[in-house]
C-alpha cells in the first residue's frame, strides 16, 4: 500500500516552493505527498507560520496523524524546520529520528439559553466583551467563587500557547509539557468597586473553570478561540477545562523548545 503524507501550505509563493520540493523527495521515498487530506496518512505536513500550523489543527479536527511543522518566515513557534532543510527533515522522518510531543488542548463549551457550542484552542480561549464596554462574570475555580471579574476580558492559554496572546497580555511563558494551563486577566480594575484578580494564575489541567456572566444585558460577548471570533449574545455560562485530546508533534532537535524561546523571544 502507497505510504501518504498530508500537506497543509499557506499558499505563499515560498510556501508552494517548498511542497513542490518535499512533494518530489517525499516521491523518491516511496511516499504519495498531497494537500487532500487523508485520514490514514502517516504524517501531517505543515508548511508556513504558527496562523498554517494552528489552522492545520482546526481543518483537520484535531487529527491524531502526528504532525511537522516546516517555517517559511514568519516567527514559527510550532514549526521546528527550516524551509532549506527539507532534504535532511525528510531522511530523519523516514529513519524515524525523532521525539513525539504532545501539544495539549484547551476545552471551552458555551451554554447560550437555547444550545450549546464546543470548541478546542491549540493557543488560547479568549473572553471578551464584544463591544468597547466592560465585561463582568463570576469565575468559579472547581464550584469555588474565586473572583467577579471586570475588565476587558480574560485568555485561557495552553502551555504552548502561552508565548502569544497571553504574553503580550503579561502572562508568563509555560514549558509545553507543563500539564496544566494558564489564566491570564487583560486590564482588570482593581477598585473599592471591583477587585479583580490582576495576576497570571498557572493551575493543573484537571481544574474546572466556570464563567457566569454577572449582568444579563452586558452579556454581548465575544470568544476568540486562536484568533478566530465567535459572537454570542445570550451566554449563560461558560465551562473551560484541559481537554483529554492532544495534538501529536514531532521534532527532531530535542532541545528544540529552549532554542526557540532564545531565538524568538530573548
Ligand atoms: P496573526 O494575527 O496573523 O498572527 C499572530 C502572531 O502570533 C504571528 O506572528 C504568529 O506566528 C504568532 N503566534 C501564533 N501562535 C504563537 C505561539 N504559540 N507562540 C508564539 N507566537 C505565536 O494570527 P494567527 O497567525 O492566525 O495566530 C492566531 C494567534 O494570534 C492567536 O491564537 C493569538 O495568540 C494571537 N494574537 C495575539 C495578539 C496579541 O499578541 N496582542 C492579539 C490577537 C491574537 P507566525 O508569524 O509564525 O504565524
Redesign the pocket.
Known amino acids: 500500500m502507497t505510504k501518504k503524507i498530508n500537506i497543509f501550505s499557506n499558499h505563499y509563493d515560498i510556501s508552494e516552493k517548498v511542497t513542490e520540493r518535499l512533494i518530489q523527495e517525499f516521491k523518491l521515498h516511496g511516499y504519495e505527498a498531497n494537500e487532500n487530506f487523508s485520514p490514514d496518512a502517516d504524517y501531517n505536513v505543515v508548511i508556513g ?3 498554517t500550523f ?1 489552522k492545520a489543527c482546526h481543518d483537520s479536527d484535531f487529527s491524531d496523524i502526528p504532525f511537522i511543522g516546516i517555517n517559511t518566515g ?6 521546528e524546520v527550516p524551509a532549506n532543510n527539507v532534504e535532511l527533515m525528510v531522511s530523519r522522518l523516514i529513519n524515524k529520528e525523532y521525539q513525539v510531543q504532545d501539544i495539549k488542548l484547551i476545552d471551552c463549551s458555551v451554554f447560550t439559553e437555547e444550545n450549546s457550542y464546543n470548541f478546542l484552542s491549540v ?2 480561549i479568549v473572553l471578551k466583551a464584544k463591544y468597547t464596554n466592560i465585561i463582568h462574570f463570576n469565575m468559579y475555580v472547581n464550584d469555588i467563587l474565586l473572583q467577579s471579574f471586570a475588565g476587558d476580558g480574560v485568555i485561557f492559554s495552553t502551555p ?2 502561552s ?3 497571553n504574553l ?1 497580555a503579561g502572562g508568563a511563558m509555560l514549558y509545553q509539557a507543563l500539564d496544566g494551563f494558564q489564566i491570564t486577566p487583560m486590564a482588570p480594575i482593581r477598585s473599592s468597586l471591583f477587585r479583580s484578580l490582576d495576576k497570571s494564575l498557572v493551575v493543573p489541567s484537571n481544574t474546572q473553570i466556570k464563567l457566569i456572566t454577572r449582568k444579563r444585558e452586558e452579556t454581548f460577548s465575544s470568544l476568540g478561540v ?2 478566530m471570533l465567535q459572537e454570542f449574545e445570550d451566554i449563560n455560562y461558560i465551562n473551560i477545562t484541559m481537554s483529554d485530546k492532544t495534538i501529536k508533534k514531532l521534532v527532531f532537535d530535542e532541545n528544540w523548545y529552549w532554542k526557540n524561546i532564545k531565538e524568538k523571544f530573548i
Open positions: 507560520g504558527d496562523g494552528i514568519h516567527l514559527g513557534f510550532y514549526q493557543n488560547e504552548s500557547g508565548t502569544a496572546y503580550s486562536d484568533g
